[in-house]
């Protein structure tokens, strides 16, 4: 059973850094594409980051482009997201997720599995 346990979140004033761990277990994910989503009060699950566990492939959404960067340490089974230069509007709660399929794509019901989230808080 597929298990994403994400880390890292917490409290940041405007114009630092954060950098968010997602734990993977139960599969040998190299057939997999991992993503970052986030969801603030009120609003739609919003598509942050995604990666071919392999590499080759990211995309990112245009908001956080430049200032955040997802990759992946095979070793540890874990993906990161290292997230600089974050802005107020950069607060929800973020998910890391998996789709059985080596193609990132933005979609948040094409990823099969979900972590329980971990809060980013960003102050002015």
């Known amino acids: 059973q597929v298990q994403l346990v994400e880390s890292g979140g917490g409290l940041v004033q405007a114009g630092g850094s954060l950098r968010l761990s997602c734990a993977a277990s139960?599969?040998?994910?190299?057939?997999?594409?991992m993503g970052w989503f986030r969801q603030a009060p009120g609003k739609e699950r919003e598509f942050v980051a995604a990666?071919?566990?392999?590499?080759?492939?990211?995309k990112y959404a245009d908001s956080v482009k430049g200032r955040f960067t997802i990759s992946r340490d095979n070793a540890k089974n874990t993906v990161y997201l290292q997230m600089n230069s974050l802005k107020p509007e950069d607060t929800a709660v973020y998910h890391c997720a998996a789709r059985v399929n080596v193609v990132p794509t933005t979609t948040w019901n094409e990823y099969q599995y979900w972590g329980q989230g971990t809060q980013v808080t960003v102050s002015s």
């Open positions: 990666r071919n566990w392999n590499g080759g492939a990211t």
């Open positions: 139960g599969r040998t994910f190299s057939n997999y594409a």
